[in-house]
T-cell receptor, first 119, second 114 residues
Framework: DGGITQSPKYLFRKEGQNVTLSCEQNLNHDAMYWYRQDPGQGLRLIYYSQIVNDFQKGDIAEGYSVSREKKESFPLTVTSAQKNPTAFYLC??????????????????FGPGTRLTVL | GNSVTQMEGPVTLSEEAFLTINCTYTATGYPSLFWYVQYPGEGLQLLLKATKADDKGSNKGFEATYRKETTSFHLEKGSVQVSDSAVYFCALIRPSGSARQLTFGSGTQLTVLP
């Protein structure tokens, strides 16, 4: 079955520690995304990548880092610089997104999420 | 800037009741509009979409019509079931450089009672 997997489902971290969240997809999608979800709020984009070895900051990138060394993998590191890291983190992927002038939207498929709690 | 505003929840209905979740948007240009659903403990799933004015998206008994004159995309279902209990997110696509990114509303929690 094709899909997106995130691990672990629950993650606990002590203050001052970096932690890496895993996201893997076998849908052969070019684009991948990381979102953060807080209670009572919508999803906010942290980072996205449209192709291997390239990624861009989203709306709330401070305190986070990513890498895209393989097409199927897009790990997110929550660093100690992130002041309020407790949240639900969602990874998504899609076919290559359309550029300006193209009326094209490729559906984003979401993983099951990782709930990060800072102790 | 671009934004999405949803009616605040939580919304609690009895089974077979009529559902409306309001969504309005602010955007430059002509965005595409979406409703996503999140079941407890899961990621988001695309429920329906509309890409131009007057389009109606529909899926699993849910419907929403893209109303450009009122900048709205309200979600409706004629008869809800207990299994519809979830959080519903309205979203729009916004162009950003060479990428097209989603902007989400804050979500509306729906609980359907038997």
């Amino acid at each position: 079955d094709g899909g997106i997997t995130q691990s672990p489902k629950y993650l606990f971290r002590k203050e001052g520690q970096n932690v890496t969240l895993s996201c893997e997809q076998n849908l052969n999608h070019d684009a991948m995304y990381w979102y953060r979800q807080d209670p009572g709020q919508g999803l906010r984009l942290i980072y996205y990548s449209q192709i291997v070895n390239d990624f861009q900051k989203g709306d709330i990138a401070e305190g986070y880092s990513v890498s895209r060394e393989k097409k199927e993998s897009f790990p997110l590191t929550v660093t100690s610089a992130q002041k309020n890291p407790t949240a639900f983190y969602l990874c998504a992927s899609s076919k290559a997104s359309g550029g300006l002038g193209l009326d094209l939207y490729n559906e984003q498929f979401f993983g099951p999420g990782t709930r990060l709690t800072v102790l | 800037g671009n934004s999405v505003t949803q009616m605040e929840g939580p919304v609690t209905l009895s089974e077979e009741a009529f559902l409306t979740i309001n969504c309005t948007y602010t955007a430059t240009g002509y965005p595409s509009l979406f409703w996503y659903v999140q079941y407890p403990g899961e990621g988001l799933q695309l429920l329906l979409k509309a890409t131009k004015a007057d389009d109606k998206g529909s899926n699993k008994g849910f419907e929403a019509t893209y109303r450009k004159e009122t900048t709205s995309f309200h979600l409706e279902k004629g008869s809800v079931q207990v299994s519809d209990s979830a959080v519903y997110f309205c979203a729009l696509i916004r162009p950003s450089g060479s990428a097209r990114q989603l902007t989400f509303g804050s979500g509306t929690q729906l609980t359907v009672l038997p």
